[in-house]
C-alpha cells in the first residue's frame, strides 16, 4: 500500500513538487505547468492542511476525490478544504502540456477576518471532484483576474492593508464562484434532472423497503451517500430546483407515505408512527400537524 504524503504547510508543497519557495508562508498562487510531482508511482495520495482551489487544463492524471473521478481534460475550477482525502491516478504514458492555476491559502491566513467562518458555508469546498465547476471563457477571465489580483497583493511590498485586500477579493472569488455554480445548476439542467429523478427513486426505496422500523428515517447523509455524492451537492441542487433543502424532501415523502396509511389501512396513529421509524408517537403527530395542518387522527376523520 502506498503512503499517503501530509502536506502540512505550503512551503511543504512547494518544496515537494520543485517550486521556489513561496513569497509568503501562508498564501500563494501556483503556475500549474511549473508543479513537478516527484514521484514514479502510478499512484499519489495526500493530505493537506490548507485550502485549495484549482483551475487546471490537459493534466496527465486523473484525480478521485471521496468516491468519483475527474479527468482535468478541459478547464474546470475544484475546491477542496483542509484535510480532505485527494487520490491521483498518473497517466505516464499521456503526453500533454498542463496549464492552469492553483491557489493555495492556509486558514491561518483568515484569522481575524470575515471569512473565517464564512470559508465554511460555501458548499463547493465539500463537493467531490466530478461536480467542479465548468466555466464559460468570460467566467474564466473573471477567476484568472481575481487570481491575478491577489497574487499581485502578496508580491508587492506588504503593509497593514495586505491581507484585507486579497481577503476582499477572494471573497468576492467566491461570491463569483457561487453565481457560477449556480448558472451551472441551471444549464446542466439534463445532468440535474436525472440526478433529481435517481433521488427520488432512492428516497422512495427507503420508504418503500419495509425497513423504517428497523433502520429509522433515512439521514441527508445517506440519502446523498446512495447517490454517491456529498450532502451539500444534493442540498445546492435541490433548492435550485425546487426551492427546498434534502431534509424538507425526506420530510415530504414521510407524510404522503404517512397520508397513504392513514387512509388505506386501519392501523393506529402509534402503529403508524413506529412503521415509519419514529421512536415517539409524539414526534410523529407533531411534525404531521406542522406540515398537513392536522393531527394524523383529524386526517383520518376527514379523510373518512
Known amino acids: 500500500m502506498k503512503d499517503t504524503f501530509r502536506f502540512n504547510s505550503i512551503s511543504e508543497f512547494h518544496a515537494f513538487c520543485g517550486l521556489p519557495k513561496p513569497e509568503h508562508p501562508l498564501i500563494s498562487l501556483i503556475d500549474y505547468s511549473k508543479v513537478q510531482y516527484p514521484v514514479n ?3 499519489m495520495k495526500w493530505i493537506q492542511d490548507y485550502y485549495s482551489i484549482g483551475l487546471k487544463r490537459n493534466v496527465n492524471a486523473r484525480f478521485n476525490y471521496g468516491q468519483q473521478e475527474y ?3 478541459s478547464g474546470v475550477l475544484c475546491f477542496v478544504s483542509p484535510l480532505q482525502f485527494l487520490r491521483i491516478e498518473m497517466k505516464p504514458d499521456v503526453e500533454v502540456e498542463p496549464t492552469g492555476y492553483l491557489l493555495l491559502i492556509h486558514p491561518d491566513f ?3 477576518t470575515s471569512l473565517v467562518k464564512k ?3 460555501y458548499a463547493f469546498f465539500s463537493y467531490h471532484i ?3 465547476l465548468f466555466l464559460s471563457e468570460k467566467e474564466e477571465r473573471i477567476i484568472v483576474d481575481l487570481f491575478k ?5 502578496y508580491r508587492n511590498n506588504m503593509d497593514k492593508f495586505t491581507q484585507e485586500l486579497i481577503v476582499a477579493q477572494l471573497e468576492l472569488f467566491l461570491i463569483y464562484s457561487e453565481r457560477f455554480y449556480e448558472r451551472q ?3 446542466r439542467k439534463k445532468s440535474g434532472h436525472e440526478l433529481l429523478a435517481k433521488f427520488e427513486a432512492v428516497l422512495s426505496g427507503y420508504f418503500e423497503s419495509g425497513k423504517l422500523l428497523e433502520n429509522g428515517i433515512p439521514s441527508v447523509t ?3 451517500g446512495a447517490l454517491n455524492i456529498s450532502p451539500n451537492y444534493l442540498g445546492s441542487l435541490l433548492r435550485i430546483h425546487t426551492q427546498q433543502n434534502t431534509q424538507q424532501h425526506i420530510q415530504n415523502k414521510l407524510i404522503d407515505y404517512a397520508k397513504e396509511r392513514l387512509s388505506t389501512t386501519t392501523l393506529s396513529v402509534s402503529e403508524i408512527a413506529y412503521e415509519l421509524g419514529f421512536e415517539h408517537p409524539q414526534s410523529f403527530s407533531k411534525l404531521f400537524k406542522q406540515k398537513v395542518k392536522q393531527s394524523p387522527g383529524e386526517f383520518r376523520k376527514s379523510f373518512n
Open 41 to 43: 508511482d502510478e499512484e
Open 222 to 224: 445517506e440519502i446523498a
Open 149 to 153: 489580483n491577489m497574487e499581485k497583493e
Open 119 to 121: 470559508m465554511k458555508t
Open 185 to 187: 445548476f441551471l444549464t
Open 110 to 112: 483568515l484569522w481575524g
Open 71 to 73: 479527468d482535468f481534460d
Open 130 to 132: 466530478n461536480e467542479a
